[in-house]
């Protein structure tokens, strides 16, 4: 079914980071949203997008973490009615490096 039909007001789109640490079993942190409003183009272009929100390392578990995962979720902002949440049925999943390189270095 399409996203936008007749009750359809906007689309929130938004992408987070799951990973594990010893500390927590679930870290969630949001990188990017964005909002598409009805009658704006739907197809968006990602290609070297940066984050959106810096991506923070509370205690260093990010740190040469071997299963980070990227889940990209939206919401349908209705005009009345519930409000759903859907997740893309496909995630990437990568490794963080041992160290962290800094702009200053």
């Known amino acids: 079914a ?4 007749w009750n359809t007001k906007q689309l929130f789109l938004y992408m987070t980071a799951h990973y594990k ?9 949001v990188l ?8 704006e183009p739907t197809k968006l272009s990602l290609k ?18 071997d299963n980070i ?10 005009n009345a009615g519930l409000l759903p949440i859907s997740t893309v049925p496909s ?4 490794s ?3 160290e962290y390189i800094t ?3």
Do not use: C, E
């Open 48 to 65: 070297n997008q940066h984050t959106k929100y810096y991506f923070w390392d509370d205690g260093n578990g990010l740190k040469a973490n």
């Open 69 to 78: 995962t990227l889940t990209l979720s939206m919401n349908v902002i209705p």
């Open 96 to 98: 963080f490096p041992n």
């Open 91 to 94: 995630i990437h999943s990568f």
């Open 21 to 29: 640490t010893k500390a927590n079993v679930l870290n969630q942190v």
């Open 2 to 5: 399409p996203a936008f039909d």
């Open 103 to 105: 702009k200053n270095a």
């Open 32 to 39: 990017w949203d964005h909002i598409i409003q009805r009658g």
